[in-house]
């Protein structure tokens, strides 16, 4: 059992988040060797003893899942099965529609959506601060003492699953305007005064974790970040050199910061470091931006599924015909190579085991590959969605996509995170996919999009 030392209660239809307990740190080296063992052995036990298959409808299968990811008490947001540690990107990549106000739900599960939201944020920010530094994970080792360490490499997105997440908990207009639709009946916002607190009251760290961010990932010279060193990203388990998705990553990450005042940039120089990185990557003749700048992915013309992270950050517009041009274009190369086969969609088009690190390379070594991994797969079909605006048949190929995944829901009694290529339930001799993934809140969001897009 793992407790979280924040606890949340409404006061005059407000959030409250008070500290009901003191963390404690510590990056000592033997704690790196217990969390990694203890991370081998669920794993394995986990490709034994799978999860309960949950029954029901997929209404009902998807309100178990919320019961069980974000439940209040459950103490903050974990992807489940054996991934038990705190992942930071979770809440701003993988779980990027949590605070959508427009998902059909109950009160209660909206106010567990937002309350545990805050108590994630809220540690993250406290261990952070104890660390001086961001990580990719945070562990808890005991009661109220947690470690962090990196999986494999320093992290691009953290900073930014921070920031996207506060700009969620304090702006009510955020997530509605990063996935815009028609008016849809919404719930209100009960976050606000707290995570305003916590804004102030980490601001010096913040700003402090971001100028050393900026200083030491982009190379100066051009503007992109450095290809002399590694990162760790949605994509961790693969080495790339400077990545699209880095690069994308670290635009929007300073760019929220300039929202949230914690960092001076101008409009004019966030324009000009995004067409640095359009033309860096963009490739005429494939249709794609290219995975990362390394000789293999410009020779073999390299495609990854988290391209599709300029939705949520709002890198493209598809609403600007030059950009809408990119996108329909990544769409014809997605279905050329048939990366959305039998359903979307497929990391790559290739398996790349000399890029992957050793652990993935051994237990599973599709799972960045080609895999398909069902949160790109609902990035894919509500830029399939907005594309569907322009031309009906975008929305057509939504339709079709969205309802394998409701079959999918169905067949499996849960919401896999990862499919093998041939589009079953991803299951090796040491690892296997988890099944009640909170990351059902995206093909929930998607669902709204594509619903009120066809009034």
């Keep these: 059992m793992y407790y979280s030392p924040f606890t949340t209660k409404v006061v005059n239809n407000e959030i409250i988040l008070k500290q009901t307990a003191p963390i404690t740190f510590s990056n000592k080296t033997h704690y790196r060797a217990y969390i990694y063992a203890k991370a081998g052995v669920r794993i394995s036990k986990t490709t034994l003893r799978k999860e309960k298959q949950l029954q029901g409808s997929e209404k009902e299968i998807i309100e178990q899942i919320h019961t069980i990811r974000f439940g209040e008490t459950n103490p903050y947001v974990i992807t489940g099965g054996h991934f038990y540690q705190l992942f930071v990107r979770n809440l701003g ?8 106000p427009r998902i059909p739900s109950s009160t209660k599960d909206w106010l567990n959506r937002q309350q545990i939201a805050l108590r994630t944020i809220a540690l993250d920010l406290a261990v952070f601060a104890l660390a001086g530094n961001e990580y990719t994970t945070i562990v808890p080792v005991q009661k109220h003492l947690f470690t962090c360490f990196n999986f494999y490499a320093r992290p691009s997105d953290s900073l ?7 700009l969620a908990l304090t702006d ?3 997530i509605t305007t990063t996935f815009p639709t028609k008016k849809l009946p919404m719930y209100p916002q009960q976050t606000k005064t707290s995570a305003k607190k916590l804004l102030t009251q980490y601001k010096l760290l913040l700003t402090h974790l971001l100028t050393n961010y900026h200083k030491e990932i982009i190379n100066p010279q051009t503007g992109l970040v450095r290809t002399d060193i590694l990162l760790a990203s949605a994509r961790d388990g693969i080495k790339r050199t400077s990545s699209f998705y880095d690069n994308v990553i670290a635009w929007a990450t300073l760019g929220f910061a300039k929202r949230l005042g914690l960092y001076e940039l101008t409009d004019l120089q966030l324009e000009q470091w995004r067409k640095r990185i359009k033309d860096a990557f963009w490739n005429t003749k494939a249709g794609i931006f290219l995975d990362d700048l390394s000789e293999m992915s410009q020779k073999k013309k390299l495609f990854s599924a988290d391209s599709f992270i300029v939705l949520s950050t709002k ?3 598809v609403k600007k015909s030059k950009d809408r041009n990119y996108l329909q274009q990544i769409v014809t190369y997605v279905k050329q190579n048939m990366l959305a086969d039998p359903f979307p969609l497929h990391y790559s ?21 080609t895999s398909i991994w069902s949160h790109w797969g609902m990035e894919y079909i509500k830029t399939l969605i907005y594309l569907g605006q322009y031309d009906q048949d975008y929305l057509s190929e939504a339709k079709k996509h969205l309802t394998s995944y409701e079959k999918n829901i169905l067949q499996y009694g849960g919401y896999p995170e990862v499919y093998d290529k041939t589009g079953k339930i991803l299951h090796t001799r040491f690892y296997r996919s988890v099944l009640h993934n909170g990351w059902v809140v995206n093909y929930e969001q998607a669902q709204l999009l594509f619903s009120a897009s066809r009034y």
């Design 349 to 369: 088009t290739h398996d790349l085991p000399k890029q992957l690190y050793r652990p993935v390379r051994h237990f599973a070594p599709s799972y960045m590959g």
């Design 315 to 317: 890198f493209l517009d």
């Design 93 to 100: 990549i993988f779980y990027n529609a949590l605070l959508d």
């Design 172 to 174: 009510d207009t955020f």
């Design 160 to 166: 930014f699953a921070i920031l996207y997440t506060l």
